[in-house]
């Protein structure tokens, strides 16, 4: 049965069961969001530019440069190497692992050992030793592979379990309850931190691991757990043939082609900012810690109802159509931020902007490529190739980053090379046939 036909039985003929297994789709949003916020995005960056910088812009002893197996390197320019090299491994292990959870079953079984990887890294941080920073970048390196590396599998579920006209906001219902949950966890810590004391925000770490690992559970018992098997003999270069495969069937396929091609400058752009907007905000907009909690809060907040709004203007105008438009405002953010943010006010309006779209921008990505997906039973083997796109373009993006800071001192340089790649975004997006591209809507 395709993953289109299944969607529909699920929806038709087992709708107790179908919202079942949807909630529990729905559910890992919840669990693994936490790392996204917390980890990425709040309370670890705050922590490692802390730890990994000595003196003070006031005493003009301020130094945040680090020694990395002999190299010199900037803080937060070794944090985008480090990151940018996590993603190239989840980009080889996704096509591979994917091609094999396809034909064996085991999409869920490749769920739960990402998440585990990711969410025991993620406790493991709580032994962040700066005297050792080549061995405590391994839990960050690790968590980021469990977080990434399961976003694959959880996708590749969503063709499966609705029909496509239900995926917008299905995914988008999936980013809302990662907001909600993460946001939930935030204040928990924050709370913690601010309450007891800066000595437990170590502990938070802790929390982001467990949260993750226990609220998985919710998903790994209603999701089905093999929903194709056709063996297990030489699954491993089965999984390298059904990729091979996934990349011959574009061939032709003009709108997907440059859909994809949109997407991988997209993610060089939004990924990238997404992950270094804390690290500019407290090193070029010299925020305080608890502006920069707020504006976290702020992102988090408007990104719901941003969500939303995405979804319900997509089936009024396109996706394609929204898509451009979120491209648009995503260059405009950019320039915003090179030009005028230079102060905690210019940076809220900044992190609105970011939060109301962010969201919206993501959601629409994975339901417009689901909706433009072939009929296939081999959705992971599909929704890998997406991830390699993203990660790619991530590797790419985080890259340049560090470098653009490395050279010049600066993040706000860094800035200058996002704003070119979401004009690439746009062009390939324009350069859509626009005879079918309300086929996405």
């Keep these: 049965m395709s993953n289109q036909n299944l969607g529909a039985k699920l929806s038709q003929e087992l709708a107790p069961e179908a919202k079942r297994v949807r909630k529990g789709w729905l559910m890992y949003d919840w669990a693994n969001s936490v790392y996204s916020l917390v980890i990425s995005t709040a309370i670890f960056p705050i922590f490692y ?55 064996a079953g085991k999409k869920l079984f490749f769920l739960k050992v990402f998440c585990y990887v990711g969410a025991a890294s993620c406790c493991a941080l709580f032994f962040f030793d700066v005297s050792r920073l080549e061995l405590s970048m391994i839990p960050l390196f690790l968590a980021n592979i469990g977080f990434w590396g399961s976003l694959g599998f959880y996708n590749a579920f969503l063709p499966e379990i609705a029909p496509k006209k239900e995926h917008d906001l299905l995914s988008a ?44 559970q919710y998903t790994f018992r209603r999701l089905p757990a093999n ?151 081999d959705t992971a083997s599909y929704f890998s190739f997406y991830e390699v796109l993203e990660k790619g373009g991530l590797v790419i993006g985080m890259t340049v980053w560090g470098l653009l800071e490395g050279l010049s001192g600066s993040m706000r340089d860094s800035l200058l090379a996002l704003i070119v790649f979401f004009v690439l975004a746009l062009l390939m997006l324009l350069s859509i046939p626009k005879a079918r591209a309300s086929d996405a809507a």
């Design 49 to 103: 530019t802390a730890v990994t910088q000595s003196g003070s812009e006031e005493t003009g002893d301020f130094v945040d440069r680090v020694s990395f197996f002999g190299w010199d390197l900037i803080n937060t320019e070794l944090y985008s190497y480090v990151i940018a090299a996590s993603f190239l491994v989840v980009i080889v292990l996704s096509p591979m692992l994917s091609g094999i959870a396809d034909y």
């Design 173 to 216: 219902r999936g980013y809302v309850y990662g907001y909600v949950g993460s946001l939930i966890l935030l204040i928990v810590c924050l709370g913690m931190i601010m309450g007891v004391g800066s000595h437990l925000t170590r502990w938070s770490f802790v929390l982001v691991g467990v949260w993750w690992a226990v609220w998985a």
């Design 227 to 377: 929903t194709r098997n056709q063996g297990r003999d030489n699954v491993f270069w089965k999984g390298f043939r059904e990729i091979r495969d996934v990349a011959l069937s574009l061939k032709g396929n003009t709108r997907l082609i440059r859909y994809l091609l949109s997407f991988f400058m997209m993610s060089m752009g939004i990924q990238t900012l997404m992950l270094m907007a804390s690290a500019f905000g407290i090193k070029e907009v010299k925020l305080e810690e608890t502006e920069l909690i707020v504006a976290i809060i702020l992102v988090q907040v408007i990104a719901i109802p941003g969500a939303f709004l995405f979804s319900r203007l997509s089936k009024i105008l396109g996706n394609i159509p929204m898509l451009i438009i979120a491209t648009l405002l995503w260059g405009g953010v950019c320039i915003f931020a090179y030009t005028l943010v230079d102060g905690s006010e210019m940076f809220f309006v900044a992190a609105g902007l970011i939060g109301f779209m962010m969201g919206g921008t993501q959601s629409l990505n994975r339901s417009t490529y689901s909706k433009m997906l072939p009929v296939t039973e």
